[in-house]
């Protein structure tokens, strides 16, 4: 029998499973755990598009708002009130990232942060990934 101590075997790397997907100019990532399906099409009376996420105006359709891009894919989540939903645009793709490739906000930026869901980061092919607390979103609209 082998002696464990002398196993030419790496250790299996603890890896996280995440929802990556593009709002505006950035790249953000939901716990894969968190995101519960995805369709074309909203079917939940509680929806909001993902750039609403990253700014301070919302990007709800009224009759004075200018039209925004109707997102292509809906993520489907859950908080307290039930099923919501998550309009984004573009690639959307699952993909698991080493744990030791994420790491919390640092304080001052915990500090300053645009949205209570911002709870990260990540390096992802040399990109940096905002990592969302999925828990932590809700819709605007």
């Not at 200018?66 to 919501?84: E, K, N, V, Y």
């Not at 209570?116 to 609209?141: E, S």
């Amino acid at each position: 029998m082998a002696d464990p101590r002398h196993s030419s075997e790496q250790p299996t790397q603890a890896r996280v499973a995440l929802v990556l997907f593009q709002v505006a100019d950035y790249r953000v990532a939901l716990e894969a755990r968190h995101v519960l399906s995805m369709t074309d099409h909203p079917n939940t009376p509680r929806t909001s598009a993902a750039q609403a996420l990253l700014y301070e105006a919302p990007l709800c359709e009224t009759p004075t708002s200018p039209p925004s891009t109707p997102p292509t894919s809906w993520l489907t989540l859950r908080d307290a009130q039930g099923q919501w939903q998550l309009g984004v645009n573009g690639e959307i793709t699952l993909q698991q990232l080493p744990a030791t490739s994420l790491y919390p906000l640092p304080a001052l930026l915990a500090a300053r942060r645009f949205s209570p869901a911002l709870c990260g980061f990540a390096f992802d092919q040399k990109q940096l990934v905002l990592l969302l607390d999925a828990r932590k979103l809700a819709p605007i609209c």
